[in-house]
């Protein structure tokens, strides 16, 4: 069983920061990529940022230059660094993990979501 835990969502006016963070706990044979999706009521769910199977970083474009996606591999934990929110960055962000349980098997897991409001 595996299991993603968030945090740090919140309420921030236009221009200010939050930090997210995820953590993967369980039965963990390896990570193979993790990352941030995020949906607004009425829409559908998007990638915000993620780190690919290759160690690579992907940001959606409108994001990019104020989102910084890190990790701590040595934590299972992902951190979602976000400067300059605007009201459109409000939704609930999800992680989103590919986790190895074992050498054979790969799962997707989401976890619960955390909301993140941005008041003008």
């Known amino acids: 069983q595996v299991q993603l835990v968030e945090s740090g969502g919140g309420l921030v006016q236009a221009g200010g920061s939050l930090r997210l963070s995820c953590t993967a706990s369980?039965?963990?044979?390896?990570?193979?990529?993790m990352g941030w999706y995020r949906q607004a009521p009425g829409k559908q769910r998007d990638l915000v940022a993620a780190f690919t199977s290759g160690g690579y970083t992907n940001y959606a474009d409108s994001v990019k230059g104020r989102f910084t996606i890190s990790r701590d591999i040595t934590k299972n934990t992902a951190y979602l660094q976000m400067n300059g929110l605007k009201p459109e960055d409000t939704a609930v962000y999800y992680c989103?993990?590919?986790?190895?349980?074992?050498?054979?098997?790969?799962?997707?897991?989401w976890g619960q979501g955390t909301q993140v409001t941005v008041s003008s």
């Open positions: 369980g039965n963990i044979f390896s990570i193979n990529a």
């Open positions: 989103n993990a590919n986790i190895a349980t074992d050498r054979r098997y790969v799962y997707e897991y």
